[in-house]
Nanobody, 117 residues
């Protein structure tokens, strides 16, 4: 029922940019807070950015000023614009709702972002 499909990752040089997309099923984006999460090798999954239904957004300190989360409600899609990428941004990036993070079946496969020269 719940489907979250991430895309847009890839290999990019430090300082480069990527835009990640999260295509959600139904009306998930319209009705829920949506977040982007990432998991780097050997580290726990962490919240990167989150956008509320009303449109307000919060960011992890490590990405503030570089990343922007936004959504297209009509397309039921949430995006993460990543600029000035650093090697430490390398991770698998996922989207989810806060309440969905506790549901293993709600997580998609994520999209790999690799920042390397």
């Amino acid at each position: 029922q719940v489907q979250l499909v991430e895309s847009g990752g890839g290999l990019v040089q430090p300082g480069g940019s990527l835009r990640l997309s999260c295509a959600a099923s139904g009306i998930i984006v319209r009705m829920n807070t949506m977040g982007w999460y990432r998991q780097a090798p050997g580290k726990q999954r962490e919240l990167v950015a989150e956008i509320a239904v009303a449109g307000s957004a919060v960011y992890a300190d490590s990405v503030k000023g570089r990343f922007t989360i936004f959504r297209d409600i009509a397309k039921n899609t949430v995006y993460l614009q990543m600029n000035s990428l650093k090697p430490e941004d390398t991770a698998v990036y996922y989207c989810n709702t806060p309440w969905g993070t506790s549901r293993s079946d709600y997580w998609g496969r994520g999209t790999q972002v690799t920042v390397s020269s």
